[in-house]
């Protein structure tokens, strides 16, 4: 984002975000405090009800052990149905009758139990309750659906009034930023017209010791390297396609006349054949240090979508499964529907490089186990082998391009060199990590980490 390589927007943005989380600490807590006010007093207001259903129980004329409720009309008054949000009450009674209830009590309202917290919240109903004796339960609530449109009224004035005050807030911090960096226009005009894409132009001051001057030469030192990197890296592409793609491809091109042609004998063949392999190992090699060099700049980046890592898998392995047949290798698979975001073209060269790199790296008669699983909102895919294993010295170098160890990794035909670091690379600009493991004589586990879908 270009607008953040500016100092007033940098300021700007500062400033609003502090803006921001001051006005939001300050609705939240207002509103907090609103909310705890007004729960506050319903609460109070239920509990001035509880005694009032305590004193209204009497004993059965006859039998002194049996009670019943019965409410005067002036205390019936607080339960009356009149009203936005009308109170109501639930009498259960160990000796009477069993439950008693008001005219607004919802006919499904739960008997609450000993150790439950005396007040709690339904839905949109609060109620409060006391046991005033064993196996006595006296019950008052009242709708509060009222209150909780309430509130979200006051939610939305206090995000009104919190707009507002930003919208000030932002106003005068842009005219105030404006101000304090009016004297630096013209080194802010030699900077976009850097930014646009000459590099090779400098911001030019006269007074290297103040803050101007100091901030000059952090831009111009870090334009420079700028420069440098992005033509080391243009010098690459344009060598390796020209010096490298060009040639190959006219090998390759004779090669294939020179296998067509019928009056060849069969040391001339032999001949073009070993030619005819290494112009393609050439130009694999071309192809994996191009994608290399696209997947570090950036160059590679693709839009992303949700991709199935068990299809991409499962695609992978029937690719690779006569390489395996060939190489008397077994393929296992244990595979779990998982799905990451990603670019399915690049991840299934993830899968492909690390399978491949488990076949030709094995013992005949060995496997190579893939897993796809699921863990903590991470998709996971593991690939291990039955090989030789990496000597621990070599083990942080598995990921270097062009990296053999002769004890564990030998040579094999056809072999670039830069399967894992392409890996790597494809891995790390999706946000996921790569590690391995290893056991000499045992085998290599390939362990592969990918966002998945939030």
């Known amino acids: 984002m270009k607008f953040l390589q500016s100092i007033r927007w940098r300021l700007q943005l500062w400033h609003g975000v502090l803006l921001v989380v001051v006005l939001s600490g300050f609705g939240i807590t207002a509103y907090r405090l609103e909310i705890a006010r007004q729960i506050r007093r319903i609460d109070e207001e239920l509990q001035q009800r509880l005694p009032v259903l305590v004193k209204s129980q009497h004993p059965v004329r006859g039998d002194r052990e049996r009670r019943e409720l019965t409410v005067s009309p002036a205390d019936a008054v607080l339960f009356d149905r009149q009203g936005e949000n009308p109170f109501y009450y639930v009498v259960w009674l160990r000796h009477g009758q069993p439950v008693n209830r008001s005219a607004t009590a919802p006919p499904d309202v739960p008997e609450p139990r000993p150790g439950d917290p005396p007040t709690r919240l339904r839905g949109a109903l609060r109620e409060t309750f006391l046991f005033p004796g064993p196996g006595d339960c006296v019950l008052v609530g009242r709708s509060i659906a009222g209150d909780l449109a309430g509130f979200r009224q006051f939610a939305w004035w206090l995000t009104g009034v919190g707009a507002a005050v930003l919208m000030l807030g932002l106003a005068g911090g842009a005219w105030l930023v404006t101000r304090a960096l009016r004297p630096i226009h013209d080194i802010s005009s030699a900077a976009e017209k850097i930014a646009t894409g000459d590099l090779t132009r400098r911001i030019s001051t006269t007074d290297s010791e103040s803050e101007l001057g100091q901030l000059v030469g952090v831009l111009n030192s870090t334009f420079a390297r700028l420069d440098a990197a992005f033509t080391q890296q243009a010098r690459f592409t344009a060598d390796a396609a020209h010096e490298l793609r060009t040639p190959v491809t006219v090998?390759?091109?004779?090669?294939?006349?020179?296998?067509?042609?019928?009056?060849?004998?069969?040391?001339?063949?032999?001949?073009f054949e070993?030619?005819?392999?290494?112009?393609?190992?050439?130009?694999?090699?071309?192809?994996?240090?191009?994608?290399?060099?696209?997947?570090?700049?950036?160059?590679?980046?693709?839009?992303?979508?949700?991709?199935?890592?068990?299809?991409?898998?499962?695609?992978?392995?029937?690719?690779?499964?006569?390489?395996?047949?060939?190489?008397?290798?077994?393929?296992?698979?244990?595979?779990?529907?998982?799905c990451c975001v990603g670019h399915a073209e690049q991840l299934g060269q993830v899968v492909t490089n690390l399978v491949s790199n488990g076949i030709f790296y094995n013992r005949p008669g060995g496997s190579v186990r893939v897993q796809v699983t699921a863990e903590s909102g991470a998709a996971v895919l593991t690939v291990s082998d039955t090989g030789r294993g990496i000597p621990p010295d070599d083990l942080p170098h598995v990921f270097e391009r062009f990296y053999r160890s002769d004890k564990a990794r030998f040579s094999v035909t056809g072999r670039t060199g830069l399967g894992l670091a392409i890996t790597r690379a494809i891995v790390e600009a999706h946000g996921g990590t790569i590690t391995v493991a290893t056991v000499l004589d045992k085998g290599s586990t390939f362990t592969v980490r990918l966002p998945g879908l939030r």
């Not at 296998?259 to 040391?267: D, G, P, R, V």
């Not at 949700?306 to 290798?329: F, G, M, Q, T, Y």
């Open 251 to 271: 090998m390759l091109t004779h090669t294939q006349n020179g296998l067509a042609s019928e009056c060849l004998n069969e040391e001339h063949r032999e001949a």
């Open 274 to 338: 070993a030619c005819q392999r290494a112009a393609q190992r050439m130009r694999r090699l071309t192809e994996s240090l191009l994608t290399l060099a696209r997947l570090e700049s950036g160059d590679a980046t693709a839009a992303r979508t949700s991709c199935d890592l068990e299809s991409l898998v499962h695609e992978a392995i029937e690719l690779l499964l006569p390489l395996a047949k060939e190489r008397n290798v077994e393929i296992e698979t244990e595979l779990t529907p998982v």
